[in-house]
């Protein structure tokens, strides 16, 4: 038994699990950290107005137990610098050898601020940065194990919690000004009579609306846009996304070629990845609002919360256009489709609509899949997000097969070399 800070509580599905013992025999013993970058600078894919050439790169980690309970997760980069996003990986991961899972998740709230608070490490990055980045990968990798241990998918593993151990999981120190922890829990309470209606539609593959990015990186010849767009159609995507903001005659040229592929009624967005200053973003919006966009993304500078809303201020009332988040890059779907999930069931009731790209999916032993422009939802346990071995042995940095080949000696260093 664990106490949670509301009431006393059965660890979850009994003392036992494939052997594994419990919760408290579960003792994280040592970790491993993989510096992965996968050259999708190659074809310049997850190109844009701001990186030019990106490699999508994740700093895993794979936290190991006493017994064969493993647990992984990532955090995502673009290239240079993954190493050391790796490096605050393994100065958080330090923090948790040495405890078991069942003191590890008795609170997670407790076990956020446990890993945020350490004195030293939080001078270089109190919850933001590259420390910060380390963090996530350490923190989803404890999720990734909680989940695996009790054989359920991360998001059914939150959903299947009462509101008072939904409200658990969450540090406040920082958000009360916002929502309470009273405040959280009458609202997750006031969602559960209506959520196994929502869940029928997460078993029906309905829960997750996905838009698809594959066709819209912005190098991409007009010829090839238009083909992977035509694909997305026909595989059942009825919303797009361009990048734009190198050029706004190549912008209009490019929307205008979308529009007339996908027709006025399916949905078209917009990422310009910071490129703008405010008056910039403003002014290239209106020249583009003839093509209906749905939203502007990162329209400026994410630091400038008076930009944004001058944005949104000059735009959304004219044009219809608001201002919302986004999750792509390579295992960043495979996380948010729990993170989407679990929102719609318990937290809002509103379903997310989420990025789809499908770059280099072969690398993720359990990747994700779209079917009739809705995620499918996962049901293998964990979160989604264990790259697979051979993945490993050939695309970690520096010394995996491919970044000592040819063309990964080529890139390896600067790869914008290539593109500019």
């Known amino acids: 038994m664990i106490s949670n800070g509301f009431k006393t509580v059965p660890q979850p599905n009994g003392n036992s699990h494939g052997g594994q013992g419990t919760m408290a025999d579960i003792k994280i013993t040592k970790y491993t950290v993989h510096d992965l970058r996968f050259p999708t600078s190659l074809d310049v894919s997850g190109s844009d107005a701001m990186n030019l050439a990106p490699d999508y790169s994740a700093a895993y980690i794979i936290l190991q137990t006493s017994t064969t309970l493993t647990g992984q997760g990532f955090a995502f980069t673009i290239g240079r610098g993954n190493n050391l996003v790796c490096e605050g990986a393994r100065m958080i991961a330090d923090r948790l050898v040495g405890k078991t899972l069942a003191e590890l998740t008795a609170d997670m709230g407790k076990t956020w601020r446990y890993l945020v608070d350490d004195s030293q490490l939080r001078w270089v990055g109190p919850e933001k940065g590259v420390i910060h980045m380390g963090l996530s990968a350490c923190v989803n990798a404890l999720w990734d194990m909680w989940a695996r241990y009790v054989n359920k998918p991360v998001w059914k593993l939150v959903t299947d919690m009462t509101p008072a151990e939904f409200v658990r999981c969450v540090d406040f120190r920082y958000i009360q000004d916002a929502i309470t922890p009273k405040e959280a829990l009458e609202l997750l309470e006031g969602l559960e009579g209506t959520k196994a209606k929502r869940l029928a539609e997460a078993k029906a593959n309905i829960a997750v609306p996905a838009y698809s990015t594959q066709a819209g990186w912005l190098s991409y010849s007009d010829e090839k846009m238009e083909t992977l767009m035509r694909g997305m159609l026909d595989e059942g995507f009825e919303k797009f996304k361009l990048k734009v903001g190198g050029d706004v005659e190549d912008d209009r040229r490019r929307c205008k070629i979308a529009r007339d592929i996908i027709g006025p009624h399916k949905s078209l967005m917009l990422d310009a990845n910071q490129v703008w200053g405010v008056t910039e973003a403003i002014d290239w919006m209106v020249q583009l609002a003839e093509f209906k966009p749905d939203f502007i993304e990162e329209p400026t500078s994410p630091d400038d919360i008076l930009g944004h809303a001058a944005i949104r201020k000059a735009l959304k009332p004219r044009f219809g256009v ?86 990964g000696l080529e890139i390896r260093e600067y790869p914008e070399n290539l593109v500019i």
Do not use: M
Request: hydrophobic letters at 35%; aromatic letters at 12%; proline letters at 6%.
């Open 322 to 407: 608001p201002i919302v988040p986004h999750s792509g890059g390579i295992g960043l779907n495979e996380y948010t489709q729990h993170l989407a999930i679990i929102n719609y069931l318990c937290v809002s009731g509103d379903k997310s609509l989420l990025e789809h790209i499908s770059t280099f999916r072969e690398v993720i032993t359990e990747p994700l899949e779209v079917r009739n422009g809705h995620f499918v939802t996962p049901w293998e346990a964990g979160y989604s997000v264990k790259f697979k071995d051979e993945a490993i042995s050939k695309y970690e940095f520096p010394n995996g097969d491919f970044w000592k080949s040819k063309s």
